[in-house]
């Protein structure tokens, strides 16, 4: 009889062992339900408002069903060694766009922003096809991504308006865009005014000097050149110097290769030119 106990106690144990790993396996297999997704979702939102993904949170959260949630998603290359100058501009304006949506009235747990970068998830830049960074794409809460889900950074650019613009047309979803202050555009107009004040204070019984019209005609001309040569797109969308070549080797360029714009030795050159030309054919100016 107590054999017979034991059998039976034995074998409803390896029973209940086997029905709990069972349904740990088809737990795992299923993966997480919508409800665990978006409240897992919102509490990262609650921690950082742009959210990290590697390769296997993209997949939960991005590529797998159910969903009932819109994702905004940025490949990039931060680390140094990918040499990627653009990716950390458009890591801080897509920050901005995160932030401006995270704390704004109309945030909500219908989208969310998240980022993948290369050392962290290279298995989703092979399974996307996407061999350049960075890249922001619209991961729609039905259905794959088309076309116009692909952000058209070469034509309108990767600026947080441009960024919320995009995301406006994808998911009817309008941010206002907050910008935290800067004061370095202040403190320099601020220094430039009073280095002017005090030279013209300096100089204030001689001011003959304004009145020279080669000395405007330089400015202007200078102003001109700096102007009509690129060097404002320089600023603003910050182009490298050289490239890497399929060896691995530096080079330099004109053009960027893969990319509709030109090089950052394409503006200096090209103001090298402005300044010989229209310096030449404006010196009879001068002179009047």
Known sequence: MNVLIRTMLLGLLVLGSFLVITMAQGKQKTGLSLSEKVRNLHDMNMKKALLRFNGQKFREYVKSAPRNYS????????APSRQCQICRHAHD??????????YSPTYSNKLFFAMVDFDEGSDVFQA?????????????????????????IHRVGFAAEAIAKFVHERTDVQIRIFRPPN???TVAMLTLVALVGGFLYIRRNNLEFL???????????????????GQMWNHIRGPPLVHKNKNGGCIYTWFIPGATGGGNIHSYVLKRHDCTWNGSTNRIWFTK
């Open 71 to 78: 994702m905004v998603v940025m490949l990039t290359a931060l």
């Open 93 to 102: 304006e897509f920050t901005i766009v995160a932030n401006s949506y995270r």
């Open 128 to 152: 996307l096809r996407i061999n350049t960074a960075p890249v922001f794409l619209h991961f729609p809460a039905k259905g794959k991504p088309k076309g116009p889900d692909t952000m058209d």
């Open 183 to 185: 004061y370095s555009g």
């Open 211 to 229: 009145y020279n019209k080669q000395i405007w005609g330089a400015v202007a001309l200078f102003f001109c050149f700096a102007m009509i040569s």
